[in-house]
């Protein structure tokens, strides 16, 4: 992260944090949260999908685990802030057993294998009524004694910060280039010694934490989930497109991809009402097609090739020295 | 002192036998470099020592230690490094970074492993490029970037699968030289190389001529170039081949 980039984004937070102060309106503040809500889903997926380039389509999963986590343990008489810990413990733990699984696989595979296990979970969690509630749904309790959307509000920017943070400082570890290098290629990566097994799998565990986190809230705000809701195939998906459409691998991407796609998701829903989804659908497809490395991917470029590399000198011929040519005319002898 | 030995190794895709019964060992300090018509299984011999691919039968040791069913990452922490025939850059980093991928074997702190970077793509003459994508670079660059990231993770052997072949005569030459000079960086080298056979000739101590997954000769590579089985099977249906 360069120097004004940190500047940006430490402008952006504290701005945030202000919100409160000005806008009171629940509505809005509903929907703001929902923007920071995906957003840190998003840079949770970043890690995974982005910067190690796995496409995982099953992250409904975690965020279903850490939703009824904190439902169902709550239930039983645990505090539910320690509730929603341990249920970050039981994604965790469901991360590492997909993981270990889907880890095996490689492109399309791996995305499908995801897609499976999510669909397992949210039909393990229809079908055990006694436990689960089934398809009737269970209650959440209220992660904040004051009922108020201000709080949810606060928290979603909380964990947006945090998973800005830990990728920010990730993407200038050696953790994340082995990320990269794994997206890359992954022949390559082993042949430097990389354990991309073990680094692929640690990524989705920080990736599930996260994301059970973002689960919980969500549960929490809306004080009763269905798995059909929490755990359905459309909340990976969105969890996935919002930082393709801002740009995968990028630090900024999920940010901007959710403050993008969730407005405009809120500004169709008014507009258009039934026609609403076709549209997004729209606007997805024109992203990928005209977009294809997200927003801030394609800025990111634009603003590089302007910098460092003058026209022309991406495929710069090496041009031979005389003490080159002697060194070849002695070779040949 | 031998650091790498094979003792009767074997691999077979289905019905081919790509490697059969190759024994062979490598000494610290020495430039092998192996021969062989495309197909021979050179490549394969790589992929076996690295753990890529792992042997029917036979086993390969490094320093004396059993490395047969290792994995390519753990090779790698063992000091085996290796470049890849069809070039494998990570294309959206830059040249710097491609390099310092490897370096992080030794070292986790970014800064430390930026400077050894550098330090290696001077050496490979690439200063140039540092902060280049790799997609943009041509091949020449491409195979020295393959040389430079192998040499970041410190191997006490690298395996060169044909990078001098395939460029421009110059180029090949120029890349020759610096590889003369690897056991500088107290690196022993096998490269495998076909075609090129004045650049072996030039650099290397020892050459094993490999046919058809068989070991067929080797020596010093005066001797083994004049041998009538090296002739018939390796540099006489090429020469012919290119009208010599
Ligand atoms: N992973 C693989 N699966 C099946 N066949 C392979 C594989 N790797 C190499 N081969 C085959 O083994 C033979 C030797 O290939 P290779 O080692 O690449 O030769 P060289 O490097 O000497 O040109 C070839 O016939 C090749 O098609
Ligand atoms: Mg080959």
Redesign the pocket.
Known sequence: MSHRQFIAAAGFFLLSFAVPLVVHSDYTLQILFRVFLFAALGLAWNLVGGYAGQLSLGHAAYFGVGAYGLALLSKVGIPPWLSLFLGVGLAVISAAIIGLVSFRLRGPYFALCTIAFAEVVRLVAKNLPDVTGGDVGTQVPLLFTESSIKSFYISGVLLTGLAFVLTAWIERSKFGYYLMAIREDEDTAMSVGVNTSRVKLWSLLISAALTAIGGALYASLFLFIVPDQVMSLDMSVEIAIVPMLGGAGTLFGPVIGSIVLETAAEIFKNIFQEAHLLIYGVLVVMVVIFLPEGIAGTIANKLRLFKKAPAGSLAAPVPVRPEEEAERTAFRK | MVLLEAKHVSKR??G?K??NDVSFAVSRGEITFIV??????????F?LITGV?HPDSGSIYFQDQDITKLAPDQAAKLGIGRTF?IVKPLRNLTVLENVMLGAFLRTSKPAQAEEEARGILTFLQMEKFLHLPARGMGLPMLKRLEIARALATQPKLILL??VVAGLPTVEAIKLAMLLKRLPEWGISAIG?I?HVMQVVMKIADRVIV?DR?VLIAEGKPQEVVDRPEVIEAYLGPKYKEIGL
């Not at chain 2, 062989?36 to 011999?45: I, Q, Y």
């Open positions: 895709f289905g081919l790509a490697v062989g018509p495309n197909g021979a299984g050179k490549t394969t011999l992929n691919v025939q699968d044909e495998g076909e490999i997954g």
